[in-house]
């Protein structure tokens, strides 16, 4: 399978029917790669150029996907246009940053069953809920003291799990409902 990215791959996800396969490169392109029943292959069906590199992208639902641009204080989302088939961004979500960098080894996570979508960004990981009518809204924003930092939220969304190089621990957080 030819990819088309010219640098390496940050980041992969898959939607929900796992029939498509996203991918962000440091060449600062979004690659939507479909499977194809009928010729039994992955093809990739629309490149987007993005400004900025990022490290992160996840799947929210089939139509809809998030990406996160290294060193910016938004994060974008994605929605496949009904007529054509193609993604176009749609919106920029303001979030948590700071001038430290980013490291790479923390992936966004979407929990469907409770609408949670984590996202790490510099010394920051942002908890954000998405509402019925499609808007993020952030719930908390937990700050370290290091942007080397490590995680993933459980997969019934109900424990935040971190490791970051300040604390030099593995800590777990319970999320509450609010």
Same mark, same amino acid.
């Given at each position: 399978? +030819?990819?088309?990215? #010219? ?8 939607? !929900?029917?796992? =029939?498509?396969?996203?991918?962000? %490169? /440091? ?17 990739? #069906?629309?490149?987007? /150029? ?12 089939? +139509? ?7 060193? /910016? $204080? ?9 007529? =054509?088939?193609?993604? =176009? @961004?749609?919106?920029? &979500? !303001?979030?948590?940053?700071? %001038?430290?960098?980013? $490291? &790479?080894?923390?992936?966004? *996570?979407?929990?469907?069953? @409770?609408?949670?979508?984590? +996202?790490? =960004?510099? @010394? ?15 719930? *908390?924003?937990? *700050?370290? %003291?290091? +942007? #080397? ?5 459980? $997969? ?11 604390? @030099?621990?593995? *800590?777990?957080?319970?999320?509450? !409902?609010?």
């Amino acid at each position: 399978m +030819n990819i088309d990215h #010219t640098d390496w791959v940050c980041s992969l996800s898959l939607n !929900e029917q796992q =029939n498509k396969l996203i991918s962000c %490169s /440091k060449d600062s392109q979004i690659l939507i790669i479909e499977w194809s029943k009928l010729d039994k292959q992955w093809s990739v #069906t629309q490149k987007i /150029k993005v400004d900025q590199y990022g490290y992160r992208l996840c799947f929210i639902n089939d +139509n809809l996907f998030t990406f996160q641009p290294y060193g /910016k $204080d938004q994060m974008y989302i994605y929605e496949m246009d009904t007529n =054509n088939k193609q993604y =176009n @961004k749609i919106q920029e &979500i !303001e979030l948590k940053y700071d %001038s430290s960098g980013c $490291d &790479i080894l923390f992936p966004q *996570q979407y929990i469907k069953s @409770k609408c949670l979508l984590v +996202n790490k =960004n510099g @010394k920051n990981v942002n908890l954000m809920r998405k509402k019925q009518n499609g808007d993020f809204i952030i719930q *908390q924003s937990i *700050q370290f %003291s290091s +942007n #080397t930092l490590y995680g993933q939220l459980s $997969d019934d969304g109900e424990y935040l799990i971190t490791w970051d190089d300040g604390s @030099k621990e593995i *800590q777990i957080r319970k999320c509450k !409902e609010q």
